[in-house]
């Protein structure tokens, strides 16, 4: 049975949420503008703000929804998460309000799934209380995220692990109190085999930051980049520092990106929700040609387009989160790599309408409409680029496909009436 409707329980807290949000937490995006501000555990103008928010949020029972009761959060499943991220999508600082900013997020998860006692109270705990922020250090210069090509490695040495490569774009790690690092730690093995996870404080001797990279939307100050190019030179740790096996660190990744992945596709829902309204709210407040924009027909299509656009991807969220609730484990990846790949897309699609309607206004930087489409690239690369999703798709739709049995497709008519012993013209021969 197919049920839409949200139980009114969860409706209320959905409700104080949206509230919540767009009354103290939008106000700390217009105080502390730069992207890496909600991870900048240092500056105490912010957080002095900020602190007072999350135990608010804690007292609504609200905080770190995504890890269970026993971490201190609530345990939700991912259909209740999904609805709750569109909320939290309005917001750049809502995530780090509610305790489910990402890297955190997956790096929690992963410290609770393959953490030792010892590591958990060391990393997860001040992580899960909002005192310090992670990284997650994977992708590599010359590889992407691809890491059949990555050459950054762990050798063990005695009681330690030794770190040598390069990692990039690990996102604010000038932030973070510890990184967990993907190195090759089993050359020999197949590809999917050969690496391990690490964790590794920050203030490590041998850690290098080459330069903190920024994006489009950042300064060009030496303060605003926040993606990092990282050397680990000769980077020791002790054994015990590694999350998971020998050869698992590709396992462990991707027990942290499924999860990710659908709360970072719900947020962006709900970031598409917010240029809707802004462009709903243009349509019927700006005249042109002698009438409302909303009574042109073209401004009527791109507001047409865009709700229907994102009325389908948010269905397809939706979906996937009840297959990761309801399935067995991985049962959701297909559908996890068809968020991915409409992401960006429906994004772009619908902030681009958003920055159109807006005229002048929308490309300056005076509505968030600008940062908006500026960041549609960066989804598209961002967990993967989205061509490698598209691949994963197709292959396993092609899994289930049959060839013909003869000479002609199976929807062949003249073969499909030759078979019921049908004329050409589909007259019987008897």
Request: charged share 20%; with cysteine.
């Amino acid at each position: 049975m197919i049920d839409f409707r949200i139980e009114p329980e969860l409706q209320a807290r959905l409700d104080w949420m949206a509230t919540f949000v767009r009354e103290e937490c939008e106000p700390l995006d217009l105080l502390f503008t730069s992207h890496g501000a909600p991870y900048d555990v240092r500056n105490e103008k912010s957080r002095r703000l900020l602190k007072p928010l999350q135990e608010k949020v804690k007292a609504q029972g609200l905080w770190a929804c995504h890890l269970g009761p026993e971490l201190g959060g609530p345990g939700h499943g991912q259909l209740t998460l999904a609805l709750m991220n569109e909320v939290l999508g309005r917001s750049r600082w809502a995530p780090t309000v509610f305790g489910t900013a990402a890297p955190d997020t997956g790096n929690a998860e992963i410290l609770a799934m393959y953490g030792t006692a010892a590591q958990k109270a060391r990393y997860l705990q001040p992580l899960m209380n909002g005192e310090i922020v992670s990284s997650f250090s994977m992708t590599e210069p010359q590889a992407g995220a691809d890491p059949k090509e990555f050459t950054c490695r762990a050798c063990r040495d005695g009681d330690e692990w030794v770190i040598d490569g390069f990692k990039w774009f690990t996102s604010n790690a000038r932030y973070a109190a510890f990184l967990i690092v993907m190195a090759v730690t089993n050359p020999e093995n197949p590809p999917h085999t050969r690496m391990s996870m690490l964790i590794v404080p920050t203030d490590t001797p041998g850690i290098e930051f080459i330069r903190h990279v920024a994006t489009m939307g950042d300064g060009h100050g030496d303060e605003d980049g926040i993606h990092a190019y990282i050397h680990y030179h000769e980077v020791r740790v002790p054994l015990d520092a590694m999350l998971g096996s020998p050869g698992e660190g590709f396992k462990v990744a991707q027990s942290r990106l499924g999860g990710g992945r659908i709360h970072h596709a719900m947020r962006t829902v709900g970031q598409c929700q917010r240029a809707i309204d802004m462009m709903l709210e243009r349509a019927v407040s700006r005249r042109t040609q002698g009438k409302l924009l909303a009574d042109h027909q073209f401004v009527q299509g791109m507001i047409a387009d865009s709700i229907v656009e994102l009325e389908q991807f948010r269905l397809l969220v939706l979906k996937t989160a009840w297959i990761i609730d309801n399935e067995p484990h991985g049962a959701a990846r297909t559908h996890i790599a068809m968020c991915k790949v409409q992401l960006a897309k429906v994004y772009h699609d619908i902030a681009q309408r958003a920055v159109h309607l807006h005229g002048s206004l929308g490309v300056s930087l005076e509505t968030p409409l600008a940062t908006m489409w500026m960041g549609a690239p960066t989804l598209a690369i961002a967990d993967g680029p989205t061509e490698v999703h598209k691949v994963q798709i197709a292959k396993a739709y092609l899994k289930k496909a049959k060839p013909a049995a003869g000479l002609f497709p199976s929807e062949h008519f003249p073969t499909r009436r030759a078979a019921l012993g049908l004329g050409p013209t589909g007259k019987s021969d008897s």
